[in-house]
């Protein structure tokens, strides 16, 4: 049964904090605008690019489905899931805006490889070490995990949480009637947490791991999850992950696809298919791709041009469907979220 006071209090929270960031994001355009001053102008996509009226109506919807999650009893409503007091989350702001002209005169240079120079990169593959998305110290220092959480909000306008609660939906519809502690959940390239500690609010039982390439990214999990111990946070290759066959009746993957090579996607489904159950499920959330949804396609275009993306472009066109398909892992459903798509599978 709909409960819409949940729902209505779930989405006034949410749309004040997301209201904050899409302030966050209008003042950060006008920071990098004078950054850009008497630059080469702006890149302009060939394909169609959606309207401020149509990313405004979109961004809302992602939270109204969020918020209708709630009220019919998918999960409950979650709180913000952000780390530390309002000064600590202050000061990750100061930070952010801090790195600005770091970052802007990397993307100006083209220089997406700096952490290469750094000692931290050994035994690490060579696609991972980059400076994704220009940022300072790419995946590999304290300094960059502790920002990465607020940078993707802004970015995405206050919405990426809510966007990554959507896979708690097929994750509840596959709970329901289950015994939660009998389940084992597996999130591949865990970052810094934020997912596994909503996970853990909506589904307090399900026995659940992170494996995460990036010990700093690990370490602000540890911080942030420190009052759930039960999860473990393991430093893990998604191409190789130290999980036995049919270990996992579920396993996750958020915003990784993108930052992989194709072949390397391959393996990593696989991997992702080896230690599945039969029947259990695999929820995958990235990027939306080229066709997706209408008048987008422009502004994926143009997405790693101002942010170092390497794979990005290659990925905007891969056959996902068949990638899993061949991986043994069976389409079940699929539905789009603001920016991303959300798609789940079954392991054959």
């Known amino acids: 049964m709909s409960d819409p006071r949940a729902m209505y209090g779930h989405l006034a929270g949410q749309a004040v904090r997301a209201g904050g960031y899409y302030g966050l994001y209008e003042l950060m355009n006008r920071v990098l605008r004078r950054f850009d001053a008497g630059e080469t102008p702006p890149y302009k996509p060939k394909g169609p690019v959606p309207s401020m009226a149509q990313l405004r109506r979109d961004?809302?919807?992602?939270?109204?489905?969020?918020?209708?999650n709630v009220g019919d009893g998918l999960y409950p409503p979650i709180s913000d899931d952000e780390a530390g007091t309002l000064f600590d989350h202050l000061d990750r702001l100061r930070a952010m805006f801090a790195d600005l002209p770091s970052s802007t005169a990397r993307r100006k240079s083209g220089d997406g490889?700096?952490?290469?120079?750094?000692?931290?990169?050994?035994?690490?593959?060579?696609?991972?070490?980059?400076?994704?998305?220009?940022?300072?110290?790419?995946?590999?220092?304290?300094?960059?995990?502790?920002?990465?959480?607020?940078?993707?909000?802004?970015?995405?306008?206050?919405?990426?949480?809510?966007?990554?609660?959507?896979?708690?939906?097929?994750?509840?519809?596959?709970?329901?009637?289950?015994d939660q502690r009998g389940l084992r959940l597996l999130d591949v390239a865990c970052g810094t947490g934020r997912f596994l500690g909503q996970l853990?609010?909506?589904?307090?039982?399900?026995?659940?791991a992170g494996a995460d390439l990036s010990l700093p990214y690990l370490g602000e999990a540890r911080r942030h999850l420190k009052e759930r111990p039960a999860i473990k946070l393991i430093q893990a290759n998604g191409e190789a992950l130290p999980f036995g066959d049919a270990s996992q009746?579920?396993?996750?993957?958020?915003?990784?696809?993108?930052?992989?090579?194709?072949?390397?996607?391959?393996?990593?489904?696989?991997?992702?298919?080896?230690?599945?159950?039969p029947g259990g499920i695999f929820v995958f959330i990235d990027s939306l791709q080229r066709g997706d949804k209408e008048g987008y396609d422009g502004l994926l275009e143009a997405f790693p041009v101002r942010f170092h993306e390497p794979y990005y472009a290659q990925y905007l066109r891969d056959d996902l469907d068949l990638m899993f398909r061949q991986a043994d892992l069976k389409p079940k459903d699929e539905t789009h979220a603001f920016l991303s798509k959300v798609v789940t599978r079954v392991r054959a």
């Open 113 to 178: 490889a700096e952490v290469t120079r750094s000692p931290q990169t050994q035994k690490l593959p060579d696609y991972y070490v980059q400076n994704f998305h220009y940022q300072t110290g790419g995946y590999l220092t304290d300094h960059s995990a502790r920002i990465y959480d607020v940078q993707v909000e802004t970015l995405f306008l206050g919405a990426a949480q809510a966007m990554r609660r959507h896979a708690l939906k097929p994750i509840s519809r596959f709970v329901r009637g289950r």
């Open 200 to 208: 853990a609010q909506a589904f307090p039982g399900i026995k659940a």
């Open 249 to 277: 009746d579920i396993v996750t993957s958020i915003f990784l696809y993108h930052e992989l090579p194709a072949a390397v996607r391959r393996r990593v489904s696989r991997e992702i298919a080896r230690v599945l159950k």
């Open 59 to 68: 961004w809302l919807e992602v939270l109204l489905v969020d918020a209708r």
